[in-house]
């Protein structure tokens, strides 16, 4: 999955609009899409960014499908976490 924000422009020479964020460290609201345009232009008919993002106005395929195009390689990548979530309850006996 990858995760976009909205952009005011000034960061990085990035122009207003949604962004796609791949190291999910950019601040503010994001909204979680899956690395397929079906995905993308089912989220734009039911405006589901606009609610997601708080965005007033409508966001275009285009701009998405730019900003996810070359995303497909890094989103398949994880963080390394310390596992303990799979694990169940740290503390628990039930191992």
């Known amino acids: 999955m990858i995760r ?4 005011r422009g000034d960061e990085d020479g990035a122009s207003p609009g949604v962004v796609a964020d791949p190291r999910q460290v950019r601040p503010g609201r994001g909204a979680w899409l ?7 232009e089912r989220a734009i ?7 997601a993002l708080r965005v007033p106005h ?3 395929i285009n701009g ?10 890094a989103s398949t990548t994880r963080r390394q ?3 303990l979530e799979a694990d169940g309850h740290p503390m628990s006996t039930q191992r």
């Not at 008919?45 to 609610?51: C, G, I, T, V």
């Open 4 to 7: 976009f924000v909205m952009s």
């Open 34 to 40: 899956h690395d397929d345009a079906g995905c993308a």
């Open 45 to 51: 008919a039911r405006k589901a960014f606009q609610r």
């Open 58 to 60: 409508d966001i275009t």
């Open 64 to 73: 998405l499908t730019i900003a996810a195009g070359p995303l497909s390689s």
């Open 81 to 83: 976490g310390s596992g």
